[in-house]
């Protein structure tokens, strides 16, 4: 469901990510409307909510559409650039696990509960 809500290719699970990280930032919108008096739906809310997860959308859609475009394609010159790059990936450990928190959505302006914080 993730991936059709968000448009994007349905590889490695990224839509997925990016719903419970859309929920986990809505939570955070919500708690502060109702701690401040506030319609849950006020305008305010929903620009800060659309304004923070644009950039994280956008991206993730952006690396799903590229990895697809690399892994389908089997053009020889493409095929080892595309194998080049991933031992080089797999064999320098800070750059294997920066792209593997990005994958996992560790990084950037996170929702208190994807940082494992009550939201409030």
Known sequence: MGDA???IHPIAGQGL???LRDVAALID????AKRYG???AHSAGLERY???RRADNLLMAGMTDVLNRLFSNDVPPLRVMRDMGLAT???LPPLKKTFMRHAMGQVG???KL???EAPG
């Open 5 to 7: 809500a968000h448009g």
């Open 17 to 19: 990510n990016l719903g």
């Open 29 to 32: 919108i919500l708690v502060d």
């Open 38 to 40: 506030l319609d849950l």
């Open 50 to 52: 659309q304004r923070w």
């Open 89 to 91: 990936v797999n064999s």
């Open 109 to 111: 302006d996170l929702p």
């Open 114 to 116: 994807m940082r494992g």
